[in-house]
């Protein structure tokens, strides 16, 4: 038997996460917006309960954080199209 050695690229961050919600969902037909969001706090949900000391405050935290990103490269994205006219 003849073996090649294919390097494969790993995945990137977005490409699991994106796996494991479809896998969350369990089906690979079309989903409304609210499936995704749905599993996704599935995840986060589970990931809290094992990882986190403090969960009330760990799930604040992951929310803030993750709005502080959404304003951040909203910003971003509105000074980018700003430059270009």
Do not use: H
Request: charged share 30%; hydrophobic share 45%.
């Amino acid at each position: 038997m003849n073996e090649e050695n294919v390097d494969a690229l790993p995945l990137t961050n977005v490409e699991l996460l994106d796996a494991a919600i479809w896998r969350e969902i369990g089906s690979e037909e079309a989903q409304p917006a609210s499936a995704f969001v749905e599993a996704l706090s599935r995840l986060v949900d589970r990931w809290l309960l094992v990882r986190s000391d403090a969960l009330e405050m760990d799930a604040v935290t992951v929310l803030c954080k993750a709005r502080g990103y959404i304003a951040r490269q909203a910003a971003t994205q509105t000074k980018e199209i700003e430059w270009t006219k």
